[in-house]
């Protein structure tokens, strides 16, 4: 990668800025750490160029060492979490998810799709002493996510036309062909249920929340059999679905407010 593109036609231009956006996105793709070396192989650049941009990220909160290398910390989450749309679907969705935890005694997770990917915005741990869940903040291609086959199948058709090329771009035709093939035959229904391919034992429960121009989010409880049966997984799904039908119903009225 080079300061300079023949065909970038800008009227202004900040390399120093770019340098370091090059180096969150790389790690934000990348998903996991890297070090300075694999990132200037990757960047195309050299490791005495991004050396002041990987210090400046560093202090400002952006990035943090690890055993492995440098990695993304939460801060650019947080700084997306405050903007009016997610802010106020997490503000309506948190009590409908800790009524469902309660009920359930599962924990239960708030996902909204993020480019390519997968993101959690919110959790509710289980109340019981036994439960699953992931980090917020997690993330996950969207082409291996349980939620990922509804925020391809019940998205409106731009929004699907443009995430279909852009997983083309990234995992070719054939991948997503499959992809797209099972992503409309589990989602027929309220809800799909996929057992979880990271936890055996799990059982992915998840239900779409819809807006008005399509689906904005899923809600999921990874279901975990337990022997004293407080709730079973029929009930829990059904909850689930009567849950992620009260946030959209909620969502639409904060929308025409």
């Given at each position: 990668?080079?300061?300079?593109?023949?065909?970038?036609?800008?009227?202004y231009?900040a390399p120093?800025l770019?340098?370091g956006?090059d180096?969150?996105?790389?790690?934000?793709a990348?998903?996991?750490?890297?070090?300075?070396?694999?990132?200037s192989?990757?960047?195309?650049r050299?490791?005495s160029?991004l050396f002041?941009m990987?210090q400046v990220?560093?202090?400002?909160?952006?990035i943090?060492?690890?055993?492995?290398g440098?990695?993304?910390?939460?801060r650019?989450?947080?700084?997306g979490?405050?903007?009016a749309p997610?802010?106020?679907?997490?503000?309506?969705?948190?009590?409908?998810?800790?009524?469902?935890?309660?009920?359930?005694?599962q924990?239960?997770?708030?996902v909204?799709?993020?480019?390519?990917?997968i993101?959690?915005?919110?959790?509710?741990e289980s109340?019981?002493?036994?439960g699953y869940?992931v980090?917020?903040?997690?993330?996950?291609s969207?082409l291996d996510?349980?939620s990922?086959l509804?925020?391809y199948?019940?998205?409106?058709?731009?929004?699907?036309k443009?995430l279909?090329?852009?997983?083309v771009s990234?995992?070719?035709?054939a991948?997503?062909?499959e992809?797209?093939?099972?992503?409309?035959?589990?989602?027929?229904?309220?809800?799909?249920?996929?057992?979880?391919?990271f936890?055996?034992?799990?059982t992915?429960?998840?239900?779409?929340?819809?807006?008005?121009?399509g689906?904005?989010?899923?809600?999921?409880?990874p279901f975990?059999?337990?022997?004293?049966?407080?709730?079973?997984?029929?009930?829990a799904?059904t909850l689930?679905?009567?849950?992620?039908?009260?946030?959209?119903?909620?969502?639409?009225?904060?929308?025409?407010?």
């Amino acid at each position: 990668m080079t300061d300079q593109d023949p065909t970038d036609h800008r009227k202004y231009r900040a390399p120093a800025l770019e340098k370091g956006l090059d180096v969150l996105e790389l790690l934000s793709a990348q998903g996991e750490p890297m070090t300075p070396s694999q990132m200037s192989v990757t960047l195309g650049r050299s490791v005495s160029e991004l050396f002041r941009m990987i210090q400046v990220l560093e202090f400002r909160g952006y990035i943090e060492q690890s055993p492995d290398g440098y990695r993304l910390t939460n801060r650019l989450f947080t700084l997306g979490m405050a903007q009016a749309p997610i802010k106020s679907l997490v503000d309506v969705a948190m009590p409908a998810m800790r009524d469902l935890a309660s009920n359930t005694r599962q924990s239960c997770h708030l996902v909204v799709p993020s480019g390519d990917q997968i993101v959690v915005i919110a959790r509710i741990e289980s109340p019981g002493d036994l439960g699953y869940s992931v980090r917020i903040g997690y993330r996950r291609s969207i082409l291996d996510a349980t939620s990922g086959l509804i925020f391809y199948s019940r998205s409106n058709r731009r929004t699907r036309k443009h995430l279909h090329e852009n997983l083309v771009s990234l995992f070719g035709d054939a991948a997503v062909a499959e992809f797209a093939e099972r992503a409309v035959a589990m989602t027929r229904g309220a809800h799909v249920e996929r057992p979880s391919d990271f936890v055996i034992g799990v059982t992915d429960l998840v239900a779409p929340i819809m807006g008005s121009d399509g689906v904005i989010a899923t809600l999921i409880t990874p279901f975990i059999e337990q022997a004293s049966v407080v709730c079973s997984k029929a009930e829990a799904a059904t909850l689930l679905v009567q849950s992620a039908e009260a946030i959209s119903e909620q969502m639409s009225a904060v929308s025409q407010a």
